[in-house]
């Protein structure tokens, strides 16, 4: 199994400042004759399911602001959220799609400093 | 605005089988464009990819529970389904259905019902 592996656990930032997640797989998941990362990134606030950010490592799903944007390939992933509003107080996860089992990291809580 | 609502007993006694139910509303479970899933959240947070299906019922699942899982999918009632049987303590978790895209490769999840918490308990 692909191991994602988040840092850190939890994070606090002041309003309007940037906040960064680290996602580390233990397989790349660059399909190299494609050119995309299989990874994606999810935003879970307190008492809600998970919802879509993020896939293949950069492209911003929907509706989802600009101010978060990830980077990254192969093993190393980061999501960035340039500005930190309050809504955006959550847990975030990665996932890899590279293959199956499909896994998830273990979870980054960002809080308001 | 496709939305998904699990529904299911709450509270299972160990050894018992779960079974949960994922209706669909504001899209088609028939739909070839997508894969049927579910995913659970144990009590520390952590995720866990269990299965999809597709609309003819090809299934995916996570070996690590695919001895006890049965997936399945009801067009007629526009609804997938979870049975996980020898359920134990290790079950509790919060189980999510999600609808994920088939483009040819294994997919992210995107929506997610709301959820459904499922405890293992004598």
């Known amino acids: 199994d692909i191991v994602m592996t988040q840092s850190p656990d939890s994070l606090a930032v002041s309003l309007g400042e940037r906040a960064t997640i680290n996602c580390k797989s233990s397989r790349s998941v660059l399909y190299t004759s494609r050119n995309k990362n299989y990874l994606a990134w999810y935003q879970q606030k307190p008492g809600q399911p998970p919802k879509l950010l993020i896939y293949w490592a950069s492209t911003r799903e929907s509706g989802v602001p600009d101010r978060f944007s990830g980077s990254g390939s192969g093993t190393d992933f980061t999501l960035t959220i340039s500005s930190l509003q309050a809504e955006d107080v959550a847990l975030y996860y990665c996932?890899?799609?590279?293959?199956?089992?499909?896994?998830f990291g273990g979870g980054t809580k960002v809080e308001i400093k | 605005q496709v939305q998904l609502q699990e529904s299911g007993p709450g509270l299972l006694k160990p050894s018992e089988t779960l079974s949960l139910t994922c209706t669909v509303s504001?899209?088609?479970?028939?739909?070839?464009?997508?894969?049927w899933s579910w995913i659970r959240q144990s009590p520390g947070k952590r995720l866990e990819w269990i299965g999809y299906?597709?609309?003819?019922?090809?299934?995916n699942h996570n070996p690590s529970l695919e001895s006890r899982i049965t997936m399945s999918v009801d067009t007629s009632k526009n609804q997938f389904s979870l049975k996980l049987s020898s359920v134990t303590a290790a079950d509790t978790a919060v189980y999510y259905c999600a609808r994920a895209p088939s483009s040819g490769h294994i997919p992210w999840f995107d929506p997610w019902g709301q959820g459904t918490l499922v405890t293992v308990s004598s």
């Open positions: 504001g899209g088609s479970v028939s739909s070839g464009a997508y894969y």
């Open positions: 299906i597709n609309y003819s019922g090809s299934t």
């Open positions: 996932q890899q799609y590279y293959t199956t089992p499909i896994t």
